[in-house]
Each structure stands twice: as C-alpha cells, then as structure tokens.
C-alpha cells in the first residue's frame, strides 16, 4: 500500500510542476486584465485627473520607475474605495471576496490609495480618511 501511496504521490507533484507554469501566466494575464479595466473608455480618457498632485504627471518621466496610470486609479480601486468608505474596518480578504477577485491584487491598490491620504489602516482594517 505504501509504494501505491508513494507513486500516486510523485505523480501528483510531476503534475504540479507541468502545471506551475500555466497557473503562473494565469495570474500575470489576470493582473493585467485587472489593470486594464477602464482604460480606453471614453469617459475615463476625457476625465481629467483627480490623483495627481505637485505638478507630477507620474510614470517614468517623473522618475518613479513606473509607466502608465498610478496604483489604484482604475475601476479596481475606486470599487475599493468605495467598499471602505461604506464599510469601516473592512478587511483585504472582506474586499477581494465582495468584488469577486484575488486578494493579492488588493495589497497592490490599497497602499497606493493609503498613500494618496484617501484611506487608513488601523490592525488588519481600513477606512476612508473622512471617516474618523
């Protein structure tokens, strides 16, 4: 019984392995996705830019590293945004599952909008600044 137990077992970690690859793409691809919602929609290109501030534009030119829109700007971290101002003390894992996402997304986003002064976290919770 021992050497069925220990066969099964190497053939589900050569699996594991075949598979590490797609799961890995699966969640850049997923990212991606993430970070394309609301881009290219018209009312979100005519929209001027609330975010930015000290003449900045952000991206590489400003010499942060970074191309594109800012961390949390998109349909993603208003939705959080959103979520924390009606839901004080609301946690990363409480967010992720009422937007129907990965948590890991959320520990990207919501520092950035920490970061902003949009919102604080006081243990393992967060809320709007405006909510004291």
């Known amino acids: ?7 099964k077992r190497r053939e589900m970690q050569e699996r594991l392995k075949e598979l590490r690859p797609l799961v890995d793409e699966f969640h850049r691809l997923e ?4 970070a394309l919602d609301g881009v290219g929609d018209k ?10 501030s000290g003449g900045s534009t952000g991206g590489a030119a400003a010499g942060n590293g ?7 700007s998109g349909t993603r971290g208003k ?22 996402i990965q948590q890991n997304y959320l520990y990207r986003v919501l520092p950035g909008l920490q970061k902003e002064g949009l919102i604080r976290k006081e243990g393992r919770g967060w809320h709007a600044m405006d909510a004291a």
């Open 66 to 72: 970074r191309r594109g829109r800012p961390r949390g």
């Open 43 to 52: 009312a979100t290109a005519t929209a001027p830019s609330r975010r930015r």
């Open 31 to 34: 990212a991606a996705v993430s």
């Open 1 to 7: 019984m021992a050497d069925f137990l220990d066969e």
């Open 79 to 100: 939705q959080a945004l959103e979520l924390v101002t009606t839901n004080p003390g609301i946690t990363i894992p409480e967010i992720a599952e009422k937007m129907g």
